[in-house]
T-cell receptor, first 122, second 112 residues
């Protein structure tokens, strides 16, 4: 099946530094990618939707300047956590949508997830 | 707004026993419902989905789920659990086009 590679799997950084997380679709073109974060014992919460070649759409309450998303190609999206602070420590996971037909069911059937990145900010 | 509730944070079952993971959703329109599984160090894998039609859906790895509109539920079942089923399970609802809202997850432990 389709594979989404997310890197790194885990990262520890000092407070105030920036961290970049990559999400790659390995065997398909992803016109749309999604970024989620998950706090312990909570749901995965959608942060933003990125479409190749255009600006990301952020969910309410997500700081655009803090979480920079770039989707410069059909196989790569990056999330950069700028000036990270301990409260940004979380599990981040991406998903990518394969080019698909117009039906709603087809859209969901071609949605694939990465393995996630555990970010710890000291 | 849509929401998904998984009331059981952690479940422990014996290998070979049956399993049922509960999921309730709240969504105004016809729901698209999913169950995903996440093993340690791996991404989310789609187990099964419900879009329409037969309310009992079969998935991979011997899992099934039943959509009950009257109860707003989409419980996941497996008749005989294997040790390899130990993982975290997420119920989710598809919102609009392509957005997914997840439950908080249920961690399944399987004991010999």
């Amino acid at each position: 099946g389709a594979v989404v590679s997310q890197h790194p799997s885990w990262v520890i950084c000092k407070s105030g530094t920036s961290v970049k997380i990559e999400c790659r679709s390995l065997d398909f073109q992803a016109t749309t990618m999604f970024w989620y974060r998950q706090f312990p014992k909570q749901s995965l919460m959608l942060m933003a939707t990125s479409n190749e070649g255009s600006k990301a759409t952020y969910e309410q309450g997500v700081e655009k300047d803090k979480f920079l998303i770039n989707h410069a190609s059909l196989t790569l999206s990056t999330l950069t956590v700028t000036s990270a602070h301990p409260e940004d420590s979380s599990f981040y996971i991406c998903s990518a949508r394969d080019k698909t037909g117009p039906t709603r069911s087809a859209i969901y059937e071609k949605l694939f997830f990465g393995s996630g990145t555990q970010l710890s900010v000291l | 707004a849509q929401s998904v509730t998984q009331p059981d944070i952690h479940i422990t079952v014996s290998e070979g026993a049956s399993l049922e993971l509960r999921c309730n959703y709240s969504y105004g329109a016809t729901p698209y419902l999913f169950w995903y599984v996440q093993s340690p160090g791996q991404g989310l894998q789609l187990l099964l989905k419900y879009f329409s039609g037969d309310t009992l859906v079969q998935g991979i790895k011997g899992f099934e789920a039943e959509f009950k509109r009257s109860q707003s539920s989409f419980n996941l079942r497996k008749p005989s659990v294997h040790w390899s089923d130990a993982a975290e399970y997420f119920c989710a609802v598809g919102v609009g086009y392509q957005k997914v809202t997840f439950g908080t997850g249920t961690k399944l432990q399987v004991i010999p």
